[in-house]
T-cell receptor, first 116, second 114 residues
């Protein structure tokens, strides 16, 4: 069965530190990849997505992610975090069966705490 | 084991028909959410409920209705007014909507039009 692994359960950084959150998935075919963010007290919001093309994807709020097919990875990065980035981050994968739609599979999430 | 159960996994709707998607959780969570995903897009919020007998519209509530008569249940009805219901629907819950709590997800329901 397909699965999504987020390596870190909780990451604590100081402001201005660089961020990289790992995400690996288990399916070897065509996939659509997503990163979602959930700020305290709010619902999920889409940060960025990858469907095809340039494997380096730019998202909102200075986030980016790189799709490395050979490593089955889609790591999220930000060069310099801010206190307002404190949130929980979810990686999600949808398998593309070439016409029929696979289900969206989420990782367990990584909680990011940024110290001011 | 605690978790969220969505049913059915696949659902087909005829034109003009209302259908109801089930979402049940045994996690004793106060907050529950319904999202929709369309091809090429991320999740969009349909409705959410922070407490029993209360719910609010999300970004794309038109054509949908919900109820929250019990803490563990948050069914979503896709009405005939929803002109493009074909999508993947995801239910989620959190213990407390106001504070930092892990979010749990169901496995989703894929709705298609016959």
């Amino acid at each position: 069965a397909q699965s999504v692994s987020q390596h870190n359960h909780h990451v604590i950084l100081s402001e201005a530190a660089s961020l990289e959150l790992g995400c690996n998935y288990s399916y070897g075919g065509t996939v659509n990849l997503f990163w979602y963010v959930q700020y305290p007290g709010q619902h999920l919001q889409l940060l960025l997505k990858y469907f095809s093309g340039d494997p380096l994807v730019k998202g909102i709020k200075g986030f980016e992610a790189e799709f490395i097919k050979s490593k089955f990875s889609f790591n999220l990065r930000k060069p310099s975090v801010q206190w307002s980035d404190t949130a929980e981050y979810f990686c999600a994968v949808k398998v593309d069966y070439g016409g029929s739609q696979g289900n969206l599979i989420f990782g367990k999430g990584t909680k990011l705490s940024v110290k001011p | 084991d605690g978790g969220i159960t969505q049913s059915p996994k696949y659902l087909f709707r005829k034109e003009g028909q209302n259908v109801t998607l089930s979402c049940e959780q045994n996690l004793n969570h106060d907050a529950m959410y319904w999202y929709r995903q369309d091809p090429g897009q991320g999740l969009r919020l349909i409705y959410y409920s922070q407490i029993v007998n209360d719910f609010q519209k999300g970004d794309i509530a038109e054509g949908y209705s919900v109820s929250r008569e019990k803490k563990e249940s948050f069914p979503l009805t896709v009405t005939s007014a929803q002109k493009n219901p074909t999508a993947f629907y995801l239910c989620a819950s959190r213990r407390d909507s106001k504070r930092y709590q892990p979010q749990h997800f169901g496995d989703g329901t894929r709705l298609s039009i016959l």
